[in-house]
């Protein structure tokens, strides 16, 4: 553990920003009582059955000769070298709990890329639905062998993913205008986000597919602007480098672009079979 905050205790680019003004980590660390500073950062789940020795119990987070604790064989190798395996928490790979406010609100994969300054992936989502008859609720929402009304729907879900060698290079020389900061323009809305998020929907319904049956369809290109803005927000106040010199003014107006509960136009494309096709089913 005093490997990791050494390396990553202060958050860049502000150093008085610090990961244990928020994080305790009480959840991720084991004791090793014979080391003079015998703090380690795992999962302490994975341990075995603490109830090996008398001298611990499952609740006293230490560890003995005598515990159980799963390896792989490449972080085995490192450390009968006295090297650091590169999966190593120590090794920044440790990430905490994902945040609070993305499961109480079930947060869309959507509103997730709308309070993200980078994104490394295209997602397109392609869905074909034929609508056979009408039904209150949402056609997913319905429960397995129990659905009362004829549905047929087939689609797709890829994800491009770009590279990241090259981007990161590409980031590390670009340089902003004296005073400006590229977090600024957070969230994604309008042009800028129908270019990394693209919903295909192929229809033979009579008459126009509303914004509410779009929403009821594809679950995850839901927007509800506040909850973007709360996600973005959040990160400030946890330090994240990316987000510390945001403007919160700026992120409020700029969420006006978003639909207040919805799916922005921008990133659905309804495509409306032929007549003759209807017809011909």
């Excluded at 959840?27 to 001298?55: K, M, N, S, T």
């Excluded at 120590?90 to 499961?103: P, Q, V």
């Excluded at 993913?161 to 309008?190: A, H, I, K, M």
């Excluded at 700029?254 to 209807?278: H, S, W």
């Amino acid at each position: 553990l005093q490997t990791y905050l050494t390396r990553y205790n202060a958050v860049e680019p502000r150093p008085q920003t610090r990961l244990t003004d928020h994080e305790s980590f009480e959840d991720w660390r084991l004791r090793l009582p014979e080391l003079e500073d015998g703090v380690l950062l795992c999962c302490p789940e994975d341990i075995g059955d603490h109830q090996c020795c008398e001298e611990h119990g499952p609740e006293s987070k230490a560890l003995c000769e005598k515990c159980r604790s799963p390896i792989c064989a490449n972080c085995f190798e490192h450390l009968s070298e006295a090297k650091l395996p590169p999966l190593s928490y120590a090794n920044d790979m440790w990430t905490g709990y994902g945040l609070e406010r993305i499961y109480r609100e079930k947060v869309t994969v959507i509103e997730l890329i709308c309070a993200s300054p980078c994104l490394t992936s295209l997602v397109m989502l392609s869905m074909e639905g034929k609508h056979k008859q009408e039904a209150p609720g949402a056609v997913f929402d319905e429960e397995a062998h129990m659905a009362r009304h004829r549905y047929g729907s087939r689609g797709n879900v890829i994800t491009f993913p770009l590279p990241v060698e090259d981007l990161l290079r590409q980031l590390s020389e670009q340089t902003l205008p004296e005073g400006d900061d590229v977090v600024n323009v957070l969230p994604q809305s309008g042009k800028q986000l129908g270019e990394v998020f693209r919903v295909i929907l192929k229809t033979n319904k009579k008459g126009k597919t509303t914004d509410e049956e779009i929403k009821t369809l594809v679950h995850q290109a839901r927007v509800r602007r506040q909850v973007v803005v709360d996600l973005i927000l959040d990160m400030k106040k946890l330090g994240h480098p990316s987000f510390t010199n945001l403007d919160e003014a700026a992120v409020k107006e700029n969420a006006a672009n978003l639909p207040e509960d919805g799916v922005p136009p921008e990133v659905v494309k309804v495509v409306e079979r032929l007549k003759e096709e209807m017809e011909a089913e």
